[in-house]
């Protein structure tokens, strides 16, 4: 059987005093599956994403991604994980308004040693392939909603991550400008990329995901594989 790309057993994290925002979570991807974690506010999506990001650590459990323990890792190890590994998606984007577009999608593969012409060359190439090339000089303040999420899904790329992570990506845009960024995530998941959704947006799931895993009060309720609504 082959190794998942993702494998979640027995996770739980709780803060404080009160019920554990995860509860005895387990699940696995498999690398080219694209996958929607559903459910309402304080379900536990948020923090099931920082756990696979490395961004948070469970209080039991154990959380491997493309072979690594990212459970155990330290902060400086995270972020070297995060960096080879993983490419995140945001609802409000999080580029920096002092950089250019093709600056912004390049700074990920320059941090990881990436030299600044092969960097630069990479984001060209991304931005030309996402159609927002014409930007690349622009600052992010001149775009759409629609087309910043598409320079920060090329910026989540730029290093050949093996899994894509995004949250609520569709979030913070309107209608017609949310269901460009679907068809964008199915596009690249029919390519072959790793997809990891979360989201409350049933309509966002359908358009770019196969599975659903639902989560309520911090539990699995739900894991359903199905044909795409493409």
């Known amino acids: 059987m082959t190794t998942p790309l993702i494998d ?3 996770v739980s994290r709780e803060y404080g005093d009160g019920p554990p925002a995860l509860d005895g979570v387990s699940f ?3 690398a080219g599956e694209a996958v929607a974690v559903l459910g309402p506010s304080g379900s536990g999506k ?3 994403l920082s756990l696979i990001a490395g961004l948070d650590r469970p209080n039991t459990g154990t959380v491997t991604v493309a072979g690594v323990r990212v459970d155990r890792l330290g902060e400086a190890a995270s972020a070297r994980y995060r960096r080879a590994a993983v490419g995140m998606v945001f609802q409000f984007f999080n580029l920096l ?3 250019t577009v093709a600056d912004n999608v390049a700074l990920p593969a320059q941090l990881a040693g990436t030299d600044r012409a092969e960097a630069s060359r990479r984001a060209v190439e991304l931005l030309g392939k996402l159609g927002v090339d014409g930007y690349a000089r622009a600052y992010p303040g001149r775009l759409s909603g629609g087309e910043r999420q598409r ?3 090329a910026r989540a790329l730029v290093n050949r991550p093996a899994l894509l992570l995004a949250d609520e990506p569709t979030g913070a845009l309107d209608t017609a400008s949310g269901e460009d960024v ?3 995530l199915s596009e690249l998941n029919a390519d072959g990329q790793t997809l990891v959704v979360v989201t409350h947006d049933l309509a966002l799931a359908r358009s770019c995901t196969t599975r659903t895993i ?3 009060d911090g539990r699995v309720a739900e894991d359903v594989t199905a044909g795409p609504a493409r």
């Open 182 to 184: 679907g068809a964008l």
């Open 46 to 48: 948020s923090t099931l």
């Open 151 to 153: 320079v920060a899904v």
């Open 8 to 10: 979640l057993h027995d």
């Open 97 to 99: 308004d002092d950089l």
């Open 214 to 216: 639902s989560l309520v």
């Open 28 to 30: 696995s991807v498999r």
